[in-house]
């Protein structure tokens, strides 16, 4: 068997290649958000929560509109169904 020469490189496996390929798409992937985006939603997040406090203390319009959606779903019960899972759905979205 020939001795290897000074001027021959060892050939790259093709498993070397893939396994480089797979690092570079999860450090793509494992990439977090500008800071400004979090801090958005977390502004969003506190604003809701601070509207929803102060309504319960006053007027309770939230709590007017969820019992008369709740009771129209008790009267129609397959509307209601496709009604709740329109609500819902939106809201799965944004909160996953």
Known sequence: ??????????????MVDQNEA????N?????EPPLYKKAA???????LIVLVIIDSATTQYLRTVLEG???WVGD?????FFGVIVGIFPLLL???
Do not use: H
Not at 22 to 25: D, G, L, N, T
């Open 1 to 14: 068997m020939p001795a290897a020469t000074s001027n021959q490189q060892p050939q790259k496996s093709p």
């Open 22 to 25: 797979k690092e570079r798409i």
């Open 27 to 31: 450090e793509d992937v494992s990439e």
């Open 41 to 47: 939603i977390g502004l969003a997040l506190v604003l």
């Open 69 to 71: 959606f709740l009771g």
């Open 76 to 80: 129609n019960p397959v509307a209601g």
């Open 94 to 96: 944004f909160f996953v």
